[in-house]
């Protein structure tokens, strides 16, 4: 039987609207059969932006509700699941609010602002029986899979390095736009860092051979944008030190990213992802001439490129058949997204944020910092 999961948005920004348009897509689309999706109802802090959302976004057969405060949608009894696409500083409380109402919630990246608000969140969630994930919805794309059997199958050799880096130009922004808006917890790190991230987390921490052990040192450095004074940039590197590897991790708001940014590097060779962080597309492993090779003889390797294009939207709606999964069979974490990965995040957030100065920034605008 179709398991149908029926999902309650919070907000109508930018996220959302994205969200919602690849889960209309027809699951047969992307060869799913088990799983389908509803959108039961829409929130907004605004009613009349409610309604011009279900209107502009939902088609009439869907039947969408359009509620004109949060809280109605945690009291609505249709709603199996919560989507949380508010600004990083509202997540803490709306995830709060959500599970107090005994519903599952997936929470937008960055989860909340610190490891404190996400153990609270995690200790409610299992205490009310509530499925709970922050949407890093990458980690659900084919290309991570390939990407982690090669690197894990020991075509590199040891893995010694991680590099990644996703930069934006966001251009001429408001300067009250949630980027560059410090009391909206504005600025690259927030909002890029969790990408960034991301891959170090998938080819280090998840390595088999790293037994998930943590980072054991952290180092950070930012630039500051000159309109508001957020980080305009943002530099961390990380030891892991069971895999003898380290990780460097970068992000801009202010700086066009190049095709290939993430690059995971071994004693054998290379494995190169093509497109925007969040979404790659392919990847190329290079294999050295031979091991411990010097760059000269790097002319002689050789390349072997797949690719994984995403043939319907843009992607994200293999997290949401994941999240309907988790949900049909009554788990409260997705084991490719689980607690501890998010913990994970949240350790590192806490460390690069006091150790590159951007607490002091925060300090006094932003709730919880
Ligand atoms: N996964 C991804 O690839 C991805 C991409 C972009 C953003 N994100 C994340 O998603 C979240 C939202 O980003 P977005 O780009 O969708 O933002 P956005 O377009 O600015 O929308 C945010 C929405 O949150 C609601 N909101 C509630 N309290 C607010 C406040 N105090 N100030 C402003 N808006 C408030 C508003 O909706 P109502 O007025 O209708 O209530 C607003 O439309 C962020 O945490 C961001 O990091 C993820």
Known sequence: MVFTLRWGFISTGGIVERMIKDLLLPPSDRDVSDVQHQIVAVASRSKEKAVKFVEAHLPKRMETQAFGSYEELYSCPEVNV?????????????????????????CE??????????????????????????????????????????????????????????????????????????????GAFYDLGPYALLWSTLFLYQHPENEQEFPTEIKATM??????????????????????????CSVALDTPTPDSCIVVTGTLGTLTLHGASPYPSSFTVHLFAKPQSTTSSL??????????????????????D?????????????????????????????????????????KGKVEGI
């Open 109 to 186: 990246k960055p989860f909340v602002l610190t490891s404190a608000q996400s153990d609270e969140l995690f200790a409610l969630a299992e205490k009310n029986g509530c499925f709970l994930m922050e949407a890093v919805w990458t980690r659900y794309q084919p290309v991570v899979a390939a990407a982690q059997r090669v690197v894990f199958g020991g075509a590199l050799g040891a893995i010694k390095r991680v590099d990644s880096r996703f930069d934006k130009d966001f251009g001429d922004l408001d300067h009250a736009h949630r980027m560059l808006n410090p009391t909206l917890a504005g």
């Open 299 to 320: 002319a002689e390797a050789s390349s072997t490129t797949s690719s994984y294009p995403i043939k319907s939207g843009r992607g994200m709606h293999w997290q949401g």
């Open 322 to 362: 994941a999240v309907a999964r988790a949900i049909r069979d009554g788990k409260l974490e997705e084991e490719k997204c689980n607690w501890k990965d998010t913990k994970l995040a949240q350790m590192v957030f806490d460390e690069v944020r006091k150790r590159s100065g951007l607490d002091a920034i925060y």
């Open 82 to 106: 919560v989507y949380v696409g508010t600004p990083h500083p509202q997540h803490y409380q709306n995830v709060k609010d959500a599970l107090l109402h005994s519903k599952n919630v997936l």
């Open 223 to 248: 630039r500051i944008d000159k309109r508001t004074g957020v980080d305009a940039a943002m530099t961390w590197v990380m030891l892991y030190e069971n895999m003898g590897a380290t990780a460097s």
